[in-house]
């Protein structure tokens, strides 16, 4: 429908009356309807026309079938889904058309640059719930974009629109099948759907949703619209689509994260490591625990393949025999052997370690290869310090520190920064308890923290990682 037949279709709708709806003034068009503002009685909405060249095109039973599925919704309830009125077809003028709530908002996409970045996750926290409302009532969106997101002044509330495509789930023998190939839906289209190979289930179309989603939160966080430097010719956005992995940087790891793993190309995989969950979950400050750090490391790694009081002790006891600091040391390396085989979650690394009998102290470094398959582009290493505190009697007890470091070059062993107390006690409990795991695991769960917010090494520079202890 272009401006000359839309402008043509208003003139005639102005002033009318379709189904129970006084027509009063136009508010703007689409590709296939005019929006108005009407009223019924005391009720004010907005309402979609849709064209008769469109309905002839399509089929009128098809088109009918659309509009009774957006009005199963009048008196569903949800704060960010818009509210559907009324819709049919009119016994009078035989036009169809749908009426919702009247919005005072702009929508999403022409509010991106405004939009502020401690906003962004309540905004597509809240989509996601709108979109969660619908598949609980085992419906699909299929087109959630920014230009069908209203957003108010403040940026506190979204509230997702155009319902025009809704689908029920599992029904194969629907007529209606999503025709609408323009670069608007092609843009946010995730590849199964693009090439109409998305599975009818459930899991199926969640998956489309978790994309889309992503999508959204890619233009929230980047300012910009996903595959925008692909948008011309045609066949280039499809290919974006279906190959190119979005980069996406901002100050918050954990909704960079989600968007890249909303947009994986497998939808398989979207669903192995994203849920409805993980949406709300951008609204809360999660605890540092164990599991749910490696947790995130496993998540991280299949979007990319896929204070203890010190003990005093005598000035003898810190004296440790070359042979009992070797044990030591040995017992150090096989733990840590032990660990990334279990772990899985490291790259090729080599050990070092060093020595100082004449303190009790052994320090072992283990460096870590680049590993582009893990998505680590850099060099990582972990210094981990055993110092003996006291003899106790035949169990001595050692203070145990940490450091971790990233680096676009070779990271040596006295180069590494000043490694933190950890945690004091027997060299079994330091060694076989969950600290020694947790240095690990925050280590690298801040160096992926660090690549996503782009806070990263330059040559010649190193940058220290966090590592805590957790609890597991």
Sequence with gaps: MDSAQAQI??????????????????????KSAVVLTCTRGTEIGAIKVFHPELIQRYGKAVQLQRILREKSLVGASHPNLVRILDGGECNKTGHLYVVMEQLPYANLHDELQKIPPDAIPALIAQIASAARFLEDRNLAHRDIKPENIAVSPDFSKAILLDLGVLRPVGFSNLTDVDQRPFIGTLRYSSPEFLERKEEDTLEGWRSVTFYQLGAVLHDLLMKRVLFEDDSEPYPRLVRAVLENIPQ??????????????CLLKNPITRLELVNWERFQALLADEPATLSLTRSRIQQRQKFFQAAAVPVKSTGNSQKLSRK????VCNRVESRIASLMNDLQAFPLRTTQSVKDAEHGVCETCVFFEKDIQKGLPFRLAVLLRFSLLDENNGKPIFRAEAAAAMANDEILHDHMPTPALIQAGELELLLDGPSLEAVFVSGLDDAYTRIEKNEVPSHGTIIELAVKEMTP
């Design 9 to 30: 279709l208003v003139d005639n709708l102005l002033n009318t009356v379709v189904g129970d709806w006084h027509i009063d003034t136009f508010l703007g068009k689409g």
């Design 248 to 261: 996406i940087h901002a100050s918050s790891a954990k909704c960079v994260a989600l968007a890249n793993h």
């Design 324 to 327: 009992a600091l070797d044990d």
